[in-house]
């Protein structure tokens, strides 16, 4: 029902006024919600805990030692991951390398990669923030975030698109499988 009033775009709904703003929009309005009523807003997802400590570094003596002699081969590993594809594992690895070298820190590039992957897993972040977890302990937030993504069901020694195809073809696996066709 629309108002007597010429020229008002006013709507009702049960006998009581819609803000004009729903008249714009389409979308009705309840004065007393804060909210519009057609939208139910989510509640922020919980953020969820590591699944291994900043300090697990020897639980992986591997990963622990690769990073600890050349940090630019997990970063790359871990960007590929976290960027889904969108770079490779060698040309982070090389542009990581290129920061460490011109001017020594390349934990000012790595800090947002952890923040990235904390966004897309929902990982808590810590008390002292991405940052400074890569500029105090680069190694030990490397090692982390790698062991992260393992445990997250990654092979990083295949990249993304080699853990794509994996899952792929478990996916494919578990289908089942129609042979021929149907006859009388």
Not at 29 to 55: E, H
Not at 78 to 104: N, P, R
């Amino acid at each position: 029902m629309y108002s007597s009033q010429p020229n008002t775009y006013e709507k009702y709904s049960d006998g009581q006024p819609v803000s004009s703003d729903s008249a714009a929009t389409g979308v009705p309005y309840d004065p007393s919600l804060s909210q519009p009523s057609a939208f139910s807003i989510d509640k922020p997802k919980p953020r969820v805990p590591w699944t291994t400590g900043l300090f697990d570094c020897f639980s992986d003596m591997k990963t622990c030692c690769i990073t600890c002699w050349c940090p630019c081969i997990t970063f790359g590993q871990i960007a590929e991951i976290v960027d889904k594809g969108g770079s490779s594992c060698g040309a982070s690895g090389a542009l990581y390398t290129l920061i460490a070298c011109v001017i020594g820190c390349p934990c000012f590039y790595s800090c947002f990669y952890r923040s990235k992957m904390r966004q897309q897993y929902m990982l808590e972040e810590s008390f002292c923030g991405d940052c400074m977890i890569h500029c105090l302990c680069e190694g030990c937030a490397l090692c982390q975030e790698h062991r992260e993504l393992q445990n997250r069901g990654y092979d990083m020694s295949i990249g993304w698109h080699g853990n794509v195809e994996r899952r792929n073809k478990e996916a494919m696996m578990g289908r089942p499988v129609v042979e021929g066709s149907m006859s009388r």
